[in-house]
């Protein structure tokens, strides 16, 4: 079965600094991956996808995705975090039911930013 | 721009009380799914329905059921709302070629008292 492991579960950054949130999927085939955002109380925002081609993907707020398929993953960086971005991350793989395909999110990391 | 509504942000209600959650699209999108949000536990999927009036179980369909008569509404019904239902309920949806890219509704918290 398809699964999505975020390793982390809190991630605090200092503003301006560096992130990188971890990403490791399971799936048997080429994988279509997401990742989403959600700002408190809010729903869910797609930053940004790879389905094929260029494995480094630009998404909107400044965020670029990696895949590597060597090792799994697809983790989510930005180079300076601002406190705008504390939020929850989710990431997501299409996996398929029956035929029809459904995505499985990871349990999410949730970003908190120091002054 | 894709815009998925939710009847209500906040809801609270009685253990043994019937529950409607309400979700309205506005983008002739043919998929739509219930996810229910609790933390450490990410998006569990609850129903989801690709057509109208066609519904399929999710991972957790227990003590849930949908309905969707017309293509722009899918509702979730919590027949005998108890206490292990208090959560963070949302609604996206997904056009057929999209690659299941989906947009998702604010959220409804429902509280069971």
């Known amino acids: 079965a398809q699964s999505v492991t975020q390793p982390d579960i809190h991630i605090t950054v200092s503003e301006g600094a560096s992130l990188e949130l971890r990403c490791n999927y399971s799936y048997g085939a080429t994988p279509y991956l997401f990742w989403y955002v959600q700002s408190p109380g809010q729903g869910l925002q797609l930053l940004l996808k790879y389905f094929s081609g260029d494995t480094l993907v630009q998404g909107i707020k400044g965020f670029e995705a990696e895949f590597k398929r060597s090792q799994s993953s697809f983790n989510l960086r930005k180079p300076s975090v601002h406190w705008s971005d504390a939020a929850e991350y989710f990431c997501a793989v299409v996996g398929m039911n029956t035929g029809f395909q459904k995505l499985v999110f990871g349990t999410g990391t949730r970003l908190l930013v120091s002054p | 721009d894709v815009k998925v509504t939710q009847s209500s942000r906040y809801l609270v209600k009685r253990t043994g009380e019937k529950v409607f959650l309400e979700c309205v699209q506005d983008?002739?999108?043919?998929?739509m799914f219930w996810y229910r949000q609790d933390p450490g536990l990410g998006l569990r999927l609850i129903y989801f329905?690709?057509?109208?009036?066609?519904?399929e179980k999710g991972d957790i369909p227990e003590g849930y059921s949908v309905s969707r008569e017309k293509k722009e509404r899918f509702s979730l019904i919590l027949e005998s709302a108890s206490t292990n239902q208090t959560s963070m309920y949302l609604c996206a949806t997904s056009n057929e070629d999209s690659y299941n890219e989906q947009f998702f509704g604010p959220g409804t918290r429902l509280t069971v008292l």
């Open positions: 329905s690709y057509d109208v009036k066609m519904k």
């Open positions: 983008m002739d999108h043919e998929n």
